[in-house]
């Protein structure tokens, strides 16, 4: 049993490649949330703005 444990992590051992995806795919996650905040604080500010020029028109 303890022998297939100590085998499971001489294959997982990470190298140079796996290291670099692992880091690739954290920065492409950074990138996405800050495009998503970017893209949610972009979508406020335009419906705001939108709202406030409604509220300046007179409807009557």
Do not use: W, Y
Request: glycine residues 4%; charged residues 35%.
């Amino acid at each position: 049993m303890q022998e297939n444990r100590l085998h499971k992590k001489a294959i997982a051992a990470p190298t140079k490649g796996d290291r670099f995806m692992r880091q690739t795919r954290r920065t492409i996650a950074q990138n996405l949330k800050k495009k998503r905040l970017l893209c949610l604080l972009l979508e406020k500010v335009t419906e705001r703005s939108f709202f406030l020029k409604i509220g300046n028109r007179d409807f009557g």
